[in-house]
Structure formats: structure tokens, C-alpha cells
């Protein structure tokens, strides 16, 4: 998943362990019950990671929120950034959803619009689930399952809806290349793939086995939209809601605000968690990241909705101030803040010009630009330790040589044939200081082995849409190596590796997350271990395609995360849950005096 960050959405449990054979004020005193072990009111450093920090019910008051910069999309079959995914949940229900609890809680997959989980059949071919009754949309119209049909049918035209997962196009049974509900509006074409025998059932049919179903239906696409209403990629101006909030404004360059959805029954939501404590949120827009976090230690801001955590610059001073130290949490994530070499890209399509990069990059400058151990550790290959199954190892030699090894750089350019070295432009986000400060540090110790680096920077909402993740955008404009960060959309191999490994994923039309890695043997071992019913011997698979990737250097990995998020005495209700990875925001609220 991508952290706007971009992870993103997790879950540790059941889909590794299930068998593919089976089948206003500032005042901080909020009251109210506590959400699980480990509450507290105390504003403590790590706080919201062990327990609920200022645990309430009290309803009311606006949740303000900012960002650097728009992400993908707000349209739920359009979006693939973990803060997305976090917020989405406040205005659609999706078949399935992770629980809004704290820490390993948070982890579970409930039913949300469906009544339970998925049935299978067919050797977990086949999946069927019922919808809730009396579910209404924000104009009071009842849900159907032929909303739910239609939601993932849309979300399968990548041309249109370029942003989101590919897990649909890749599994769903006999669905034609390059569909689109906008010319197949009788959507005869997912016939075989998705059936509705009636208003509260729907039956989704694969292509293979897969016992983690459920995961898929959490995704944002299997909240309904009502065809009637849908604009396309104008939708995400006003999703139709179905949650608790619903659009009362949305302008592109400035932000968004949500209200309450007098529509919406908490009766008829018994699993998610929600809460839904504020009366309003707001979102702002293109704020920049030093505002925001000046805001937020002023208590003028409630939350920086990247999730990502704090400057580097900041994370200094609020570590070094005892009592702005108490209002902090260090949140790790299953997630990767890495680079892709773009091997469509000369002379990078040569695995030795590739080599070459990883032995002279400084791996502790690449840390530093977020700043530092706070920040990450240095990782030394793709999975990050937070991934069930996940083994860690070292074969370049990235923490012996935490600064680079000129002379094995050197002896791979010889290699490759550019002894002297080459030169490439290098992508990040551009609102990103982060990234920009990997770009920059690559760019220097690259320099001492004569490899030189143009930094580029794109769009944070485009950026996977028109340029880096476009292939002939990427390949036309020489972009080599492309800046980026991926957290597990639920954390096993799969859920991590696949949309960022699989070269079949990799769409002509953009929106890609995978930026580049194409190695056919990947893709074998992938479809290995989805045939795997052995849970052990499928992990393994898994860090046979990690070493794979790492074998034929197609990515530099840079640290696995961690943020350091900061959280004003403005708000109640903070946890950090194994699903999010940052504050749930299904559940946060505002103090209350």
C-alpha cells in the first residue's frame, strides 16, 4: 500500500494462517470507557502505541486535519495511500473492514456492510457474502449487493480508476482485458466473474484459489456506489456515502470537509469500531510540512493525516523537549521506504550498472533523511521485520559498510562497461522533504563512484498516475531510479510483496506500484505460493522472491519505517492500531471540556 507516507492497511492473523485448500478546547480530561489494556489519560511518550491516550465516548467538535499535498484519489475504487484507506472509513463501508481498536485488535478483519465473513467454496474459488439490511446510502436509498457488483466492476478500469490494487483484475474470473464499466453498462462482462441472485447476496467467482478473500473485501473498492450516480473520475468530488460522515465540500486545491450522515445507523454497524466522535472533520491541502508541524505543537492543528510523522528537523526538537516528547508516539510499520531501478532505463538495464548503486550509496545518509534511528533502520533487504514469515538478510553488505563500498561499486561499473561511471535522473514526491533529502544524499555518494544523479521531483497525486509509475513517462524521461514507499496491505508475503514485485501488475496505462522490478523467476515463485497450502513452506516462498529481487538488484531498500508522529492535547480517543500504523481515524476525537 502506499504511505503518503503512503501503508498501510494490515492485518497479521488470519489470512497466513488460513489454508488455500480450506474453503474544540485544549483541555485533555476527556472521560468515557477505555478501548482495551493499557489506557490512559497521561500524555506519555509512546503513549498511543501501548494503550488509548485520553480515552473517551464524548462526541462533538471538529477534527482538523492537513496535508502537504492532495494524495491519489477520496474515490474508494480509486485510492491506493494507507492515510486513504485510514480516513475512507469514515464515509463508505466496505464489504469487510479492520477493526478500529488498538494494537494487535486492530488487526482484525469483521464484517462491516457484509453480516459475516465470506463462505467459500470450490476450493476457496468461489466466495459469497450477504449484505446487511436497512443500510442506506446518504440520500436514503438502500444499499443492494448489485452496488457492491458494481463498485468492484468499476474499479477494474484502470484506465479511468488508475490508482487502486490490481487484485481484482488479477483474480476475478474471465474478466476481459481493459474492461470498463463506462462502455459495458449492462457490466455483461463480469457476468461470469460477480453474481447477484439477489439483493443481499453476492457471489464472487476466481480464476484460483485463494483463502485470503476476506482481505480483498476490505479493500475501499467493495464499498457500493450507485451507478446512477457515478461520475467517473469525478466521483471522488462526492463519494456517496454510506458511513457515518458524508461530503459537505470537496475543492481539489484546498481540501475537504465531512459532516455528519443523518442516513447512517450505528445499529447496523455492531463490528467496525467506529466511533465517530467529532461533528465535523476537515482536511486542508498543500499546507506546507514545517506549518504543520508548527501547528500541531500549537495546538492549532489535530492531526497531520499523512501519518508519516514529523520533519526530520522536528523530530529533534520535539525529542529533545520533555514535555513535547510526552505528546509523541514512534510508530513502527510494516512498511518499505526504498528505490526502484527502472530497468527499461540504459544503462540500468545491465544488473552489474544496477550492483553498482547499491554497493556506493550511503545507507546511513539515506536513514538520516528520515531522520535517523527515529526514523527507521537500515534495511538490508525488502520485507520488513513486521511481515509474518519476513527473515532478514544481508548479501550487499549494506550494514558493514553502512556508508557505501567505493571499490566494489567501482569493480561492478567495470562489470557493466561504464567504468567511469553514468548518469540518470532520480524521481521523489515533490512536497516530500524526505524524499527529496534521499535523492539528495544518493545523489552525493553516487558522485563519489562518477554516477550522477538529476534529481526530479513530480506531484504527490500523479505521481504513480502520469509520471514514475507511467512506463513510457518513466522511460522517455530517463527516470532510473525512482523514489518510493510501500507499507503491507496486510502483512505476510503477499500482502506486502506482490503489487510491488509482480510484473503483471505493471499496467502501459500508469498508476503502477510496481515502478519496474520485471524478473520472470518473481513471478513464478509468486504463483508457487499461492498454490502453497503449508503455511511454513509459504513463507519461505516468500523470502525466496525477496532474495530474488535482491539477487538481481531491481530495488535499493533504505530503511524499514518508523514515524514519529506527534499528537496535540486537542484530541481524545488516539491509539495506534496493527492495521493502520498510524492514528486510527475511525475512532479519534477532540477533547472535550
Known amino acids: 500500500m502506499r504511505w503518503n507516507r503512503i501503508t498501510t492497511a494490515t492485518a497479521v492473523s488470519a489470512a497466513v494462517a488460513l489454508s488455500l485448500a480450506a ?40 477534527l482538523r486535519m492537513a496535508i502537504t499535498e492532495k ?21 463508505v463501508r466496505p464489504l469487510m473492514v479492520f477493526k478500529s481498536a488498538p494494537g494487535k485488535q486492530g488487526a482484525e478483519v469483521v464484517p462491516d456492510l457484509a453480516e459475516a465473513a465470506g463462505v467459500p467454496s470450490d476450493d476457496a474459488k468461489t466466495w459469497t457474502y450477504k449484505i446487511r439490511k436497512g443500510v442506506k446510502y446518504e440520500d436514503g ?18 484506465a479511468t480508476l488508475p490508482n487502486g490494487p490490481t487484485y481484482f483484475n488479477d483474480f476475478l474470473l474471465d474478466v476481459p482485458k481493459g474492461y470498463s464499466v463506462y462502455k459495458d453498462k449492462s457490466l455483461a462482462g463480469v457476468a461470469k466473474a460477480i453474481e447477484t441472485p439477489d439483493d443481499q447476496t453476492i457471489v464472487f467467482h476466481l480464476n484460483k484459489s485463494f483463502s485470503g478473500f476476506d482481505y480483498f ?43 455528519r450522515n443523518d442516513q447512517y445507523d450505528p445499529a447496523s454497524d455492531p463490528n467496525s469500531g467506529r466511533k465517530a466522535l467529532p461533528d465535523k472533520i476537515t482536511v486542508a491541502y498543500n499546507v506546507n510540512g514545517a506549518d504543520i508541524d508548527n501547528r500541531l505543537q500549537a495546538g492549532d492543528l489535530d492531526v497531520d493525516i499523512a501519518g508519516t510523522g514529523v520533519l526530520a528537523e522536528t523530530q529533534a526538537k520535539i525529542l529533545g523537549n520533555p514535555q513535547l516528547k510526552a505528546n509523541a508516539d514512534n510508530v513502527p510499520a510494516p512498511r518499505l521506504n526504498f528505490t526502484v531501478f ?17 554497493y556506493a550509496a550511503d545507507h546511513e545518509g539515506y536513514q538520516r533523511a528520515y531522520g535517523g534511528p527515529v526514523g527507521g533502520d ?32 567501482k569493480e561492478a561499473l567495470t562489470a557493466c562497461g561504464m567504468p567511469t561511471g553514468f548518469s540518470t535522473n532520480i524521481a521523489y514526491r515533490a512536497d516530500r522533504p524526505k524524499e527529496k533529502a534521499v535523492a539528495e544524499s544518493l545523489q552525493q555518494s553516487l558522485k563519489r563512484v562518477g554516477i550522477n544523479l538529476t534529481p526530479k521531483g513530480f506531484p504527490t497525486g500523479d505521481y504513480t498516475k502520469l509520471y514514475a509509475g507511467k512506463p513510457d513517462y518513466a522511460k522517455a524521461n530517463s527516470l532510473g531510479l525512482i523514489v518510493y514507499s510501500w507499507g503491507a496491505d496486510w502483512p505476510d508475503g503477499f500482502g506486502f510483496l506482490s ?4 510484473s503483471r501488475v505493471i499496467r502501459a496505462t500508469g498508476g503502477n506500484t510496481n515502478l519496474g522490478v520485471r524478473i520472470p523467476e518473481v513471478d513464478t515463485l509468486i504463483d508457487q505460493a499461492l498454490k502453497e497450502t503449508d503455511k511454513a513452506a509459504r513463507e519461505k516462498i516468500w523470502v525466496d522472491v525477496d532474495k530474488k529481487v535482491m539477487e538481481q538488484a ?37 477533547a472535550q471540556k
Not at 141 to 158: I, N
Not at 396 to 408: R, S, T
Open 378 to 409: 537500515i534495511a538490508t533487504n525488502m520485507m520488513p521485520p513486521l511481515v509474518t514469515g519476513a527473515v532478514k538478510f544481508d548479501d550487499y553488505g549494506f550494514e558493514a559498510d553502512k556508508n557505501g563500498n567505493v571499490d566494489k561499486a
Open 217 to 259: 473485501a476490505q479493500l475501499p473498492a467493495t464499498a457500493p456506489v450507485p451507478q446512477a450516480k457515478d461520475t467517473g473520475s469525478k466521483y471522488q468530488l462526492h463519494p456517496i456515502a454510506t458511513g457515518p460522515y458524508k461530503f459537505e465540500s470537496h475543492d481539489p486545491n484546498k481540501g475537504l470537509t465531512l459532516i
Open 23 to 62: 474453503c474544540g478546547g485544549n483541555d485533555n480530561s476527556g472521560s468515557g470507557s477505555g478501548s482495551g489494556s493499557g489506557d490512559t489519560a497521561k500524555a506519555e511518550y509512546n503513549s498511543a502505541v501501548t494503550g488509548t491516550y485520553n480515552p473517551s465516548d464524548k462526541k462533538g467538535g471538529t
Open 141 to 158: 436509498t438502500e444499499v443492494t449487493s448489485k452496488d457492491v457488483k458494481y463498485a468492484v466492476a468499476r474499479s477494474l478500469d484502470k
Open 499 to 502: 503489487q510491488i514485485v509482480d
Open 554 to 590: 531491481a530495488v535499493l531498500p533504505g530503511i524499514w519505517a518508523k514515524g514519529l508522529l506527534y499528537r496535540p492535547t486537542t484530541l481524545s480517543n488516539v491509539f495506534v492500531s496493527d492495521s493502520q500504523n498510524m492514528y486510527d481515524y475511525a475512532s479519534i476525537g477532540v
Open 342 to 358: 527502472n530497468g527499461e532505463v540504459k544503462p540500468l538495464d545491465n544488473i552489474n550498472c544496477r550492483k553498482a548503486i547499491l
Open 71 to 91: 494524495w491519489d484519489s477520496t474515490d474508494p475504487g480509486d485510492t491506493y495511500y494507507g492515510l486513504s484507506w485510514n480516513l475512507v472509513r469514515n464515509y
